[in-house]
């Protein structure tokens, strides 16, 4: 079945680079998607990543796409404390297809160290 | 912009009651989802509703139930609560990209314990 998984915790830093990894099985996916979940909040949107791209930058969040080993990855540059969160990685299919139904990951919460 | 607005934020209930949670979208937004977040199982999804159509749905029991208005408000309920049912109910409502992506925008979620 469709399964989305990452690894519980992560500790970092101030000032080093997170990254936060994920892997899913539904190979159809077409967008994956990394959204961040502060304390007593819900889930804000940070990036997504099209099925045929490898690679996307946005400031310093970078994604990392490897299709073939269905991987995932979020690299955050020069971690700040504002950073601490829980992380979720998520995929669907397109809207365009009809399969846009969504599976999110357990999460990763990142704690960042002073 | 008004954001996804979800009432009421903290509600606690005892067992064998029933609840009603609401969801407003964000404005334009059609397309409204519910996801149950739990500690031990994470999110997971309830339902989909589309013009007031059930698009998609989970695996949770008959007991959750939802719906959605003309005006794309929705509701969800929970008949029959069970102490497990404590959780923070999260709707996200959504819109199109360009680029064919469906982005969900959260709102705070509505936090129910049972007791």
């Known amino acids: 079945g469709e399964d989305v998984e990452q690894s519980l915790f992560l500790s970092v830093r101030e000032g080093d680079s997170s990254v936060i990894n994920c892997t899913y099985t539904?190979?159809?996916?077409?967008?994956l998607y990394w959204y961040k979940q502060e304390p007593g909040a819900g889930l804000q949107l940070l990036t997504y990543?099209?099925?045929?791209?490898d690679m996307k930058q946005d400031q310093r969040l970078t994604v990392l796409l490897n299709k073939k080993d269905k991987h995932l990855s979020l690299r955050i540059a020069d971690t700040q404390t504002g950073d601490s969160a829980i992380y979720f990685c998520a995929e669907s299919g397109s809207i365009t297809s009809g399969t846009y139904k969504y599976i999110f990951g357990t999460g990763t919460r990142l704690k960042v160290l002073a | 912009k008004a954001g996804v607005t979800q009432t009421p934020r903290y509600l606690i209930k005892t067992r064998g009651q029933q609840v009603t949670l609401s969801c407003s979208p964000i404005s334009g937004h059609r397309s409204v989802s519910w996801y149950q977040q739990t500690p031990g199982q994470g999110l997971q999804f309830l339902f989909e509703?589309?013009?007031?159509?059930?698009?998609n749905k989970g695996n949770f029991p008959g007991r959750f139930s939802g719906r959605q208005f003309s005006n794309s408000r929705s509701e969800m309920n929970v008949s029959t609560l069970e102490l497990g049912d404590s959780a923070l109910y999260l709707c996200?409502?959504?819109?199109?990209?360009?680029?064919?992506?469906?982005?969900?925008?959260f709102g705070a979620g509505s936090r129910l314990t049972v007791l």
């Open positions: 539904d190979s159809s996916s077409t967008y």
């Open positions: 509703y589309f013009s007031e159509t059930q698009r």
């Open positions: 990543i099209f099925s045929n791209m």
């Open positions: 996200a409502s959504s819109l199109m990209q360009n680029s064919g992506a469906n982005v969900l925008t």
